[in-house]
């Protein structure tokens, strides 16, 4: 332990979809304070500042991560901008964990904001976000990602026998999982049948099988274990949570440039997996690890990261759904947080809000019917675009 990238401060806002009374300088100077909280310390004792957003246009601020580091008192600090769509946030730990790992700072303060609610207009937003996939190639053909991602999982009906009933049951379960999610954006109490039965967007998917866009922000410090014992007065009353392993990988960013074997899975998000596995010492990913916070910008979306993380055998990611295998009580339970269904995707913020959900997991702190009892080893993973870009990063608790 005396060599590992240690978490020692936790803090969120609560993502909603328009945050009408803050600006996104508010909200991450609230996520960060709760964060200095959490670990029990204070903003001069931070080395280093990593800022995570998508968006200078939903947020309406360029640079805006040294207008920020003014804001949460990192002035004079090192502070940079990571941007990888939706992967961002957990980009952005990633690249925390490279700065300690090579010992250029003992700490790291993480955070992100993003007004991704109704900052705009509806117009405008599909224009940004339809900006986020190739502009040349993919948005004339496509317009939204809807219809790519939707491909995808049509192919994985037709190889597997997957169904529509089968990936609806994903978003009923994050759903209903937000709802006893106090921070989470919109819980809700639906059927299947409702899923099926809401408006059409790319077929099969619907929009209740859809993420919701929102406003909010997140924050994480990492450090050192000689910075937390020096520094951090709440790193003693409490298990120690690590960064046990983070990967990364990227793939070809217009689908018709996959190959044909791997068309219906995140072929990235297996290359990280395997990466993040290594480093932390998994080999048998559906058996160690406890808990998960998984990519649902789609529910096919979190049926195929089933398979592509190793949480069961490829193929089998509709019957897994369908059975309740990553529910409460299951082998794996999934986006115990609502996940971007349920709590939200505040883009840049959504990595982080992650690895939230899963330290307070670990650490014990989760309270009522959403808690993971015992819990050791937790996983986020996020992805860009259609699975451009995926970051897979792994938590535990270590002696």
């Not at 332990?1 to 600006?23: K, P």
Request: glycine share 10%.
């Amino acid at each position: 332990m005396s060599d590992a990238v240690l978490v020692v401060g936790l803090g969120m806002t609560h993502f909603v979809g328009f945050r009408d009374n803050a600006t996104v300088r508010d909200m991450v100077v609230e996520a960060v304070r709760e964060v200095l909280i959490d670990a029990g310390t204070n903003a001069s004792s931070i080395d280093m500042a990593v800022a995570a957003y998508e968006s200078d246009h939903f947020n309406r601020q360029m640079s805006l991560g040294h207008v920020l580091q003014d804001s949460v008192g990192l002035v004079g600090k090192h502070t940079l901008r990571v941007e990888g769509g939706g992967a961002t946030g957990a980009l952005a730990i990633r690249t925390a964990v490279t700065a300690l790992r090579a010992g250029t700072a003992r700490s790291v303060l993480v955070f992100a904001g993003e007004t991704n609610g109704k900052s705009v207009d509806r117009a405008t937003a599909t224009e940004i976000l339809a900006m986020s996939a190739d502009f040349e190639w993919e948005t004339p053909v496509f317009g939204t990602f809807a219809a790519p991602y939707a491909l995808m999982i049509i192919e994985h009906m037709r190889r597997y026998g997957t169904t529509a009933e089968q990936f609806a049951a994903v978003a009923v379960k994050n759903r209903r999982l937000a709802l006893d999610n106090p921070l989470a954006h919109k819980g809700m109490s639906i059927t299947i049948e409702d899923v099926r039965a809401s408006t059409p967007l790319a077929d099969p998917y619907r929009l209740f099988d859809a993420s919701l866009l929102s406003d909010g922000a997140a924050a994480v410090l990492l450090s050192t274990r000689e910075w937390a014992e020096r520094h951090s007065s709440t790193f003693q009353g409490r298990p120690p949570v690590a960064v046990l392993g983070t990967g990364s990988s990227t793939d070809h960013p217009r689908l018709s440039d996959r190959a044909e074997e791997t068309f219906p899975h995140f072929a990235a998000k297996r290359r990280a997996a395997a990466e993040a596995y290594r480093e932390a010492g998994i080999v048998d990913p559906a058996r160690q690890i406890d808990v998960a916070e998984l990519y649902d910008s789609f529910s096919g979306a979190e049926l195929q990261a089933y398979e592509d993380l190793g949480l069961c055998p490829v193929g089998h990611g509709g019957r897994a759904a369908a059975e309740g295998r990553f529910d409460l009580g299951g082998r794996v339970p999934v986006n115990t947080s609502g996940g971007l269904m349920g709590r939200g995707s505040a883009v840049g913020a959504t990595g982080i809000a992650q690895a939230v959900e899963i330290v307070s997991q670990l650490r014990g702190e989760v309270t009522g019917p959403r808690a993971v009892r015992d819990a050791l080893i937790g996983i986020t993973d996020t992805h860009a675009g259609v699975g451009s870009l995926s970051v897979v990063n792994v938590f535990g608790r270590v002696k």
